[in-house]
């Protein structure tokens, strides 16, 4: 029997950079808790459930692209306090570890969240530090 695979990518959208609602916050949380349980369920039925959690990712034209235009001693400040890997991620990165996932390489990977964010840290900007 052939394994389907299912894959629920949570892409994270930022309306600000430094504000994010509780309530998207909280759809994303119940997304990575209920994978688990999704899994357990359909497991039987040979579908595997996981989730692909993006970090901050760098696209022309994205929120982040916009921000590193306009602000870019914030923006070189906060890559280089917040993200230990010295940069921001690329949609492609996200797109190699979703395709993975739904490959047959994965299979035995089930009913977990994949952070793919470089070990952001979270950092605050400049003009917010409290030294």
């Known amino acids: 029997m052939t394994l389907h695979r299912l894959c629920f990518p949570q ?6 950079l430094w504000r994010e609602s509780c309530f998207h ?3 994303g949380y119940a997304l990575i808790f209920d994978t688990e349980r999704w899994a357990l ?12 959690s993006p970090g ?6 994205n929120g982040w692209d916009r921000y590193r235009i306009a602000n870019p001693d914030y923006f070189d400040d906060y890559v280089r306090h917040g993200f230990p890997m010295g940069r921001l991620g690329t949609a492609e990165e996200v797109a190699d570890v979703i395709v993975f996932l739904a490959s047959p390489r994965a299979h035995w ?4 969240n994949i952070a793919v964010d470089g070990l952001e ?6 003009d917010r530090r409290p030294f």
């Open 56 to 61: 901050s990712i760098l696209v022309d034209g």
């Open 11 to 16: 892409a994270i959208r930022r309306r600000n």
């Open 25 to 27: 916050n909280l759809n």
């Open 41 to 52: 369920e359909f497991i039987p039925h040979g579908v595997r459930v996981n989730t692909v």
């Open 109 to 112: 990977i089930n009913g977990r």
């Open 121 to 126: 840290q979270p950092h605050a900007p400049l």
